[in-house]
């Protein structure tokens, strides 16, 4: 079982910089085209149940004012999102539960160890939001 997810880098109003983003991660067996119909309709709300993460200070943005680190631009998070975002998936696999089952066919019980990971390339939805100035977020549906 593989791993797809929604992605929500909020995006500050005035400035268009990214510092954090919410992940969440959901288990799908389906095809591409359900798939993304799922998480396009869970995109406009779901954001609020995901999980929080930091841009990572590895990420830094220099101007003429100096160099903030754990910030990107809308177009950087964008452009480079798998290495953005590759801490948050591994993050989100160690969520699931580690026996999610116990199999008896041999008489005995024994734990099934079914971890659902995340693939090389995961099926990602992004939905940027933008933070207003009093705190609201917006999510930028199409």
């Known amino acids: 079982m593989e791993l797809v997810a ?19 991660a959901y288990a799908i067996e389906a095809d591409d085209r359900v798939i993304s ?7 406009p709300t779901d954001f609020r149940i995901a999980r929080d993460f930091k841009i990572s200070d590895r990420f ?41 089952g116990i199999d008896m066919s041999s008489g005995s019980p ?15 939805i992004v939905t940027a939001l933008v933070e207003t100035f009093d705190g ?3 999510p930028q549906t199409s």
């Open 110 to 124: 024994k734990p099934l160890n079914i971890i659902p990971r995340f693939p090389e390339d995961p099926y990602t």
């Open 136 to 138: 609201q977020l917006i």
């Open 60 to 100: 830094k943005l220099t101007s003429e004012h100096g160099t903030l680190a754990g910030v990107v631009s809308i177009s950087v998070f964008q452009k480079d999102i798998q290495a953005v975002i590759e801490d948050a998936y591994r993050a989100l696999e160690n969520d699931y539960a580690k026996v999610q």
């Open 6 to 24: 929604n992605v929500w880098p909020v995006v500050d109003e005035e400035t268009g910089l990214v510092q954090r983003f919410f992940m969440r």
């Open 37 to 43: 119909l799922v998480l396009k309709a869970l995109a």
